[in-house]
């Protein structure tokens, strides 16, 4: 069992910039794959960016090309998700998930944090 802790959320404006932290215990996280995954109000959960878990690749979904970075602590079994240049569509439930695939598909993530949430105001 991994157990996924996610912090670093909070309300911020247009243009800031945040650092969201998931924190892991009960298993390395050096043998998963790792994802970070929102989910606004109303919609359905959506692909952020992805990890493999050496680091050397990562992913991303479009809009947030550019302005997010995911890296990982290994040593640490710390991921972390640098957000910049934020905008008002980027408030949702963050949530980072841990699975056996490099992939975008939430349903292929086996473990996933409590969430955190963000607020971007215009």
């Known amino acids: 069992q991994v157990q996924l802790v996610e912090s670093g959320g909070g309300l911020v404006q247009a243009g800031g910039s945040l650092r969201l932290s998931c924190a892991a215990s009960?298993?390395?996280?050096?043998?998963?794959?790792m994802g970070w995954f929102r989910q606004a109000p109303g919609k359905g959960r959506e692909f952020v960016a992805a990890?493999?878990?050496?680091?050397?690749?990562?992913g991303y979904t479009d809009s947030v090309k550019g302005r997010f970075t995911i890296s990982r602590d290994n040593a640490n079994n710390v991921v972390v998700l640098q957000m910049n240049n934020l905008k008002p569509e980027d408030t949702a439930i963050y949530f980072c998930?841990?699975?056996?695939?490099?992939?975008?598909?939430?349903?292929?993530?086996?473990?996933w944090g409590q969430g955190t949430q963000v607020t971007v105001s215009a």
């Open positions: 009960g298993r390395t996280l050096s043998a998963y794959h």
């Open positions: 998930a841990a699975g056996f695939y490099y992939t975008t598909e939430p349903t292929d993530y086996i473990y």
């Open positions: 990890i493999r878990p050496n680091g050397a690749t990562t």
